[in-house]
């Protein structure tokens, strides 16, 4: 079987895998829209090579990957392709699909996980000066606020609804990735934007009163991840901030601002619903530059 006759077998193989990455892992839906483009970018890549998924050996994957560095992808991507491919071939010799592995030798390409420039605090205090008396400013100014003030993933705070939130205990119910539940405390002044939002403008807004979403649009349907990234940018232009904006950056805010201000990196790790400590550890350096500075302002040897 050549690779153009082998595609459509190898898609329908894609899509077992999905299916077994949902039913095992619960991954979310962005998740695994990702892998099913990695995977079909390189089933595409096999067709025009004129070979089928049997034969792929690690040359093969080297070329691939020759191929992703010659069309300019960045060497974060590249690995992240190579972990999917990981997944689906092991996958793939567990259940007796493929009789080896192919990426079982293949070597990652090195790469550095750098974080975007946090904003100051007093970047991050002209954001969330949202003007409440223009319109939709009260449902801005309490996304915004309950952004920074719990880290959540875009994908997070969309998907909220309004029996997520317990005004009186100051906490948010949170379905996070794998779905994974989790609390979240919220702050006074975020309770009070949320309270703002819900007593004044959330009415006014919803189609139907029984509607379960906390943020809604304009047309009173649910808040989308793009219909948020637009207004984050809005406000980031009407605060006069210039370095480039995005939701994932008001997350990276928190967490920062959280270990500069003393917070455990543990602490941290279960806010920000990191199932391991390593992925948190990212931040370590914000850590270790604070320990660093104490110990000199603090020790008499310092």
Partial sequence: MTGSDSLPVFLCHIQAFLDALWSERGLA????????????????????????????????????LNFLYVNGMSTATVARRISCLRQFFRWSVQNGSLSQDPTALLLSPRHSRSLPKALGEEDIEALLAVDTEQRLGLRDKAMLELLYATGLRVSELVQIKQ???????????????????????????????????????????????????????ERGKPMTRQAFWYLIKRHARRAGITQPLSPHSLRHCFATHLLDHGADLRVVQLLLGHSDLSTTQIYTHIARDRLQSLHAAHHPRG
Avoid: C, W
């Fill in 163 to 217: 029996a997520d939130v317990s005004m009186r205990q100051g906490v948010a119910r949170v379905l996070g990735k794998g779905n994974k539940e989790r609390l979240v405390p919220i702050g006074e002044r975020a309770l009070d934007a949320l309270q703002a939002y819900l007593q004044q403008q959330r009415g006014q807004l919803a189609n139907h009163p029984a509607e379960p979403a906390l943020f809604l649009t």
């Fill in 29 to 64: 839906d962005n998740t695994l829209e990702s892998y099913r483009q990695d995977l079909t970018a390189f089933a595409e890549f096999l067709s025009s090579q004129d070979k089928d998924i049997t034969a792929v050996d690690r040359s093969e994957l080297q070329l691939y």
